[in-house]
């Protein structure tokens, strides 16, 4: 689909973030892969940050832990 110069699209993304994961944050980046050559000051898809067909957001992924603890006494 074609998206207007200026509109916005929005929609929703849900990952599952391995359980094995012992990071704090995720980077989550977004490029403009193709154009109709009207993007004269960008190249798409080169995976150029600073140019303004790319941008990235970082979210802050919160450690939980679940422990829990058996002990037997043994001897008295």
Do not use: M
């Amino acid at each position: 689909s074609v998206l207007a110069q200026g509109a916005s699209l929005t929609f929703n993304v849900s990952y599952t973030i391995d359980a094995t994961f012992q990071g704090t944050s995720l980077t989550n980046v977004a490029e403009i892969t193709e154009d109709d050559g009207d993007d004269e000051d960008s190249t798409p898809d080169n995976d150029v940050p600073t140019e303004d067909d790319q941008d990235d957001e970082t979210i802050t992924v919160d450690q939980t832990y679940d422990l829990a603890l058996t002990k037997d006494l043994t001897s008295a």
